[in-house]
């Protein structure tokens, strides 16, 4: 069972920057796309950006041109920087990784921006 793993979640200010990342527990898995969600306690959880294999990128709205989704195919990580934060991007992000199919996720990181 392949795990993703998540880092860089915390507290920063209003204006301030964050990059998250995530990593597959193991290589040689196939990935169809990678992407970043978000959830705030008893709403939906959204998609926040996600890149495809071929390299094509799709934004929420409320965070074009704040964020930005890369990866590294060779290690098949994917990251998410995250600048000029606003307390609403308060949430619990979590990596969500497309493969055959399946829908695989981290187990969510929790970052809070204050005003």
């Known amino acids: 069972q392949v795990q993703l793993l998540e880092s860089g979640g915390g507290g920063v200010q209003a204006g301030g920057s964050l990059r998250l990342s995530c990593a597959p527990s193991r290589t040689g898995i196939r990935i169809d796309a990678m992407g970043w969600y978000r959830q705030v306690l008893g709403k939906q959880r959204e998609l926040v950006a996600q890149?495809?294999?071929?390299?094509?990128?799709n934004y929420a709205d409320s965070v074009k041109d704040r964020f930005t989704i890369s990866r590294n195919k060779a290690r098949n990580t994917v990251y998410l920087q995250m600048n000029n934060l606003k307390p609403e991007d308060t949430a619990v992000y979590y990596c969500?990784?497309?493969?055959?199919?399946?829908?695989?996720w981290g187990q969510g990181t929790q970052v809070t921006v204050s005003s």
């Open positions: 969500n990784y497309k493969s055959s199919g399946r829908d695989l």
């Open positions: 890149i495809i294999i071929d390299g094509t990128t």
